[in-house]
């Protein structure tokens, strides 16, 4: 079935430095990979996201890059800051008028940037 | 221009209860969609409805149903409430029900708690 396999669970890293998140995907047809940030109590916000046609889409601090051929995709956060903390979650989905848009989301990693 | 609103956002049933769930798309968005947030997992696919028709349903027993009313806003039911379904229930909207774009957008969610 539709899997999203992301890694790893938890992530800390110094203020500054760079963290990087990655998931697989087992749905061949998925063209729509985006990224969601999960503060506690909160529901998930699109930070950034990204189509299959692009291998990699940069915003500010923030990249995603796409390996279509292995099925993987992977957050990149560079010069991380203290209220990057939170719950990232990957997903994928086939993007498209004739589909339900329903995202498959991976299991989330816990990113802390101790100060 | 007000997100995705839903309420309630916190409470608590006994097993065997029904409940309730409500959401407001942000203005112009026709489709919204349900996720199941268990602890410490990703969100998981329950339904789509896009211009009151759904268009897609998760593996979710048929004590999930749900609905959406010509203003585009869409109730959650659950019936007959198990421990299991303790969880965040999260619902997204989107413009189009296949998402061209491919987009959701979260709302804050509805904690229910299950004893």
């Known amino acids: 079935g539709e899997n999203v396999e992301q890694h790893p669970s938890t992530l800390s890293v110094q203020e500054g430095d760079s963290a990087v998140i990655k998931c697989t995907y087992s749905d061949s047809a998925s063209n729509y990979f985006p990224w969601y940030k999960q503060e506690l109590g909160k529901g998930p916000q699109l930070i950034i996201d990204i189509r299959s046609n692009v291998g990699e889409k940069k915003d500010q601090r923030i990249a995603v890059t796409l390996n279509k051929t292995a099925k993987h995709f992977s957050l990149h956060i560079t010069e991380t800051q203290p209220e990057d903390s939170a719950v990232y979650f990957c997903a994928a989905s086939r993007a498209g008028s004739s589909n339900t848009g329903k995202l498959i989301f991976g299991q989330g990693t816990t990113l802390q940037v101790k100060p | 221009d007000a997100g995705v609103t839903q309420s309630p956002t916190h409470l608590i049933k006994t097993r065997g209860q029904h409940v309730t769930l409500r959401c407001s798309p942000i203005s112009g968005h026709k489709s919204v969609s349900w996720y199941q947030q268990v602890l410490g997992q990703g969100p998981q696919f329950i339904f789509q409805?896009?211009?009151?028709?759904?268009?897609g349903r998760g593996n979710f027993p048929d004590r999930f149903s749900a609905r959406q009313f010509p203003n585009y806003s869409s109730e959650l039911n659950v019936n007959a409430l198990l421990l299991g379904d303790s969880a965040l229930y999260l619902c997204?909207?989107?413009?189009?029900?296949?998402?061209?774009?491919?987009?959701?957008?979260f709302g804050e969610g509805s904690r229910l708690t299950v004893l």
């Open positions: 409805y896009y211009e009151k028709e759904e268009r």
């Open positions: 997204a909207s989107s413009y189009l029900a296949g998402a061209n774009t491919g987009e959701l957008f």
